[in-house]
T-cell receptor, first 114, second 112 residues
Framework: ETGVTQSPTHLIKTRGQQVTLRCSSQ?????VSWYQQALGQGPQFIFQ???????GRGNFPPRFSGLQFPNYSSELNVNALELDDSALYLC?????????????FGPGTRLTVL | SQQGEEDPQALSIQEGENATMNCSYK?????LQWYRQNSGRGLVHLIL?????REKHSGRLRVTLDTSKKSSSLLITASRAADTASYFC????????????FGQGTRLTINP
């Protein structure tokens, strides 16, 4: 158990819709990152939040956005869903930035876009 | 794009044998981490090796890092059926954010 939880576990949406995925980090973890993992691939970095501010972003379009809250929870929002957005979405937290330490991953949310 | 490449992409061995997986990367790193993933679920952290370390052990796991060759290996000794999973190496890079760059993984199957 990593102490990181995600909801929902599975989600089915249709193309063009919007989705919000949620993550709850370990207490005291000020940094949260989001990753997208397509089937058969390794996870790809979407973005990272530190103390409620985005401090870095991967090669993802602006329709991927996020929020981090003071209670160690965070959200990933995806607008105008496309079929290629179907993937496992993982959040990861660690205590500080930059910590150079282990990132603790949640179990993921499986998103299917039809 | 993925920074790391893992070799082999798939590995099938008998229970009790040792399993070796290799990872290569392209840029300078802060550290390198190995993760395990069962059936497309969350990633379980196995071991972290810093860029100034050459070898690290944890139970049945042994990780080496050669920064001159930009490569790492993960050795699992005395494999068990429960070790069946996908294994990923991830290099930590700090470019604004502290991000992990993953390879495509090695699918390990342990046959009883």
């Amino acid at each position: 158990e990593t102490g990181v939880t995600q909801s929902p576990t599975h989600l089915i949406k249709t193309r063009g819709q919007q989705v919000t995925l949620r993550c709850s980090s370990q207490s005291g973890h000020n940094t949260v990152s989001w990753y997208q993992q397509a089937l058969g691939q390794g996870p790809q970095f979407i973005f990272q939040y530190y103390r409620e501010e985005e401090n870095g972003r991967g090669n993802f379009p602006p329709r991927f956005s996020g929020l981090q809250f003071p209670n160690y929870s965070s959200e990933l929002n995806v607008n105008a869903l496309e079929l290629d957005d179907s993937a496992l979405y993982l959040c990861a937290s660690n205590p500080d930035f930059p910590s150079g330490d282990t990132q603790y991953f949640g179990p993921g949310t499986r998103l299917t876009v039809l | 794009s993925q920074q790391g490449e893992e070799d082999p992409q798939a590995l099938s061995i008998q229970e009790g044998e040792n399993a070796t997986m290799n990872c290569s990367y392209k840029t300078s790193i802060n550290n390198l981490q190995w993760y395990r993933q069962n059936s497309g679920r969350g990633l379980v952290h196995l071991i972290l090796i810093r860029s100034n370390e050459r070898e690290k052990h944890s139970g049945r796991l042994r990780v080496t890092l050669d920064t001159s060759k930009k490569s790492s290996s993960l050795l699992i000794t005395a494999s068990r059926a429960a070790d069946t999973a996908s294994y990923f190496c991830a290099t930590e890079i700090i470019q604004g954010a502290q991000k992990l760059v993953f390879g495509q993984g090695t699918r390990l199957t342990i046959n009883p």
